[in-house]
């Protein structure tokens, strides 16, 4: 099994940036493509970001695209995303999860699931 455990989240000035960190335990953690998804109050999850098991390859949505940046360091069981140019619609719950299907936007077909960091982006 993989458990990912999500960091990094806070509170940021329009226009401002943040790393998120999503640390995974399981030695597999390297077979799996990641992604990341927000959510905030009253609305349904959102795919934000997904790259490969390799980091050879990644996606975003257009909402964040020029914006975020997705990464990962399978040395140390750990993927990053990188946002730049935040605005209070950034505002969220943001999760990392992992699958086997790169690519895909569907919460659904992510396995395992961090608990979420939260990033407040305030105007």
């Known amino acids: 099994q993989v458990k990912p455990v999500e960091s990094g989240g806070g509170l940021v000035q329009t226009g401002g940036s943040l790393r998120l960190t999503c640390t995974a335990s399981?030695?597999?953690?390297?077979?799996?493509?990641v992604g990341w998804f927000r959510q905030a109050p009253g609305k349904a999850r959102y795919f934000i970001a997904a790259?490969?098991?390799?980091?050879?390859?990644?996606h975003y949505s257009d909402s964040v695209k020029d914006r975020f940046t997705i990464s990962r360091d399978n040395a140390k069981n750990t993927m990053y995303l990188q946002m730049n140019s935040l605005k209070p619609e950034d505002t969220a719950l943001y999760y990392c999860?992992?699958?086997?299907?790169?690519?895909?936007?569907?919460?659904?077909?992510?396995?395992?699931w961090g608990q979420g960091t939260q990033v407040t982006v305030s105007s």
């Open positions: 790259i490969t098991s390799t980091g050879a390859s990644t």
């Open positions: 399981g030695r597999t953690f390297g077979s799996y493509s």
């Open positions: 999860a992992t699958t086997t299907r790169f690519g895909t936007v569907v919460g659904d077909e992510y396995d395992y």
